[in-house]
């Protein structure tokens, strides 16, 4: 039996481009998305954005209805533009990333900051309604006049009658 050398097998190309698929994102894209820590506690939710080398003119953050997206832009390094590039696993380009915020955040009152390629936002929470309680008042008249209250008509019947009002008959 002969040994293969290593490099010589007809299936390296084939390995090389499987090792490499699973190693790296499916798409270009998937590369550019930055990490992100979401928490919260009572009175907050709050988002942590890792975007190294990012200078905060780079970096934009909307609210549009109750979408929060984050967006920016990393500038390819000059070193890739006047050297031959071996491998690069540096993101660099476009990226957009966006997330649908709790019904319970005050829009109006987000703030964030950008300091040493971390972006950190605050959504305030909005404080819960708590309920009220408040009386209902009741209306005695009809529109043909004065009704009597149940309580004045059970009060004028003889008490077997009373009684039998409140007695349930099977059907």
């Known amino acids: 039996m002969a040994l293969i050398k290593w490099g010589t097998s007809p299936f390296n190309s084939v390995e090389r481009v499987m090792l490499g698929a699973m190693r790296r994102p499916a798409s270009f894209e998937e590369l550019e998305l ?5 928490s919260e506690d009572q009175e907050n939710f709050y988002i942590i ?23 920016g832009h990393q500038g390819s390094a000059s070193t890739l533009q006047t050297r031959r590039t071996h491998w690069n696993e540096r ?11 709790p019904h319970n955040v005050k829009a ?3 703030s964030g900051t950008f300091r040493d390629g971390l972006l950190e936002l605050t959504l305030p929470k909005v404080a819960p309604a708590v309920p009220t309680v408040r009386e209902i008042p009741l209306n005695t ?4 006049g004065s009704r009597p209250s149940i309580a004045s008509k059970r ?12 007695a349930v008959t099977p059907d």
């Open 34 to 38: 930055p990490n992100v820590d979401i």
């Open 49 to 71: 954005s890792e975007l190294p080398g990012m200078r905060d003119e780079d970096v934009k953050v909307t609210v549009d209805a109750d979408v929060l997206t984050i967006s």
């Open 91 to 101: 993101a660099h380009g476009e990226f957009v990333r966006s997330f649908s915020m």
């Open 108 to 110: 109006t009152a987000i």
């Open 141 to 144: 008249t009809t529109r043909y």
């Open 155 to 166: 009060n004028s019947l003889p008490p077997k009658a009373v009684l039998a009002a409140h």
